[in-house]
């Protein structure tokens, strides 16, 4: 089973500011397989990022991923006070197909 | 916009069968290209895929779940539904359902999820 690891647990960042998350695989995820999800307090996760580095509709240009191999990030450029959320990775492989990070939780310092 | 509507009871009994439905518009679950999921995530814990049905009626289910997970297919009410047999406390979760493209893997929309509650 591929696992992800994200990093940091917790971040705290003031508006405006450059949050920078990881998702760390324990093997190599194809790129076209890496997802991103916003999750807000009693909301579903939303997909920001899929194919590691491509925006889903709607998402602002401020939300950017990269990476390969075992190593993803996602950056936000500019934090908006909406922003603050919890974020999860997501790879799709092959046994179990779909596996989730922990997740990095964003908090407004 | 396809939406995606989860239903069922919110309170289990252990070692019964947690059933659950999900209601989709905008979309049609006898299309192709995407799979129809069922995802949860136990209070204040991290999201767990459980299993997808293709239109075709072919399904993966997450190996540790196998045995007592069952996703079937309405196509006449355009629904997708769960079944998770002998349930415990560690299946109190909220329960999503959600579309996932098929072919590059991730999950596009996705319902408001359900919580479930396993407990006598």
């Known amino acids: 089973e591929i696992v992800l690891t994200q990093s940091p647990g917790t971040l705290s960042l003031s508006p405006g500011e450059r949050a920078t998350l990881s998702c760390r695989a324990s093997q190599s995820v194809s790129s076209s397989y890496l997802a991103w999800y916003q999750q807000k307090p009693g909301q579903a996760p939303r997909l920001l990022i899929y194919g590691a580095s491509s925006r889903a509709t709607g998402i602002p240009d401020r939300f950017s991923g990269s990476g390969s191999g075992t190593d993803f990030t996602l950056t936000i450029s500019r934090l908006e006070p909406e922003d603050f959320a919890v974020y999860y990775c997501?790879?799709?492989?092959?046994?179990?197909?779909?596996?989730f990070g922990q997740g990095t939780k964003l908090e407004i310092k | 916009q396809v939406l995606l509507q989860e239903s069922g009871p919110g309170l289990v009994k252990p070692s019964e069968t947690l059933s659950l439905t999900c209601t989709v518009s905008g979309g049609i679950v006898s299309s192709g290209g995407y799979y129809w999921s069922w995802v949860r995530q136990p209070p204040g814990k991290g999201l767990e895929w459980i299993g997808y049905i293709y239109y075709t009626g072919s399904t993966n289910y997450k190996s540790s779940l196998e045995s007592r997970v069952t996703i079937s297919l309405d196509t006449s009410r355009n629904q997708f539904s769960l079944k998770l047999s002998s349930v415990t406390a560690a299946d109190t979760a909220v329960y999503y359902c959600a579309r996932l493209r098929r072919g590059v893997g991730y999950f596009d929309y996705w319902g408001q999820g359900t919580l479930v509650t396993v407990s006598s």
């Open positions: 997501q790879q799709y492989g092959s046994s179990p197909p779909f596996t």
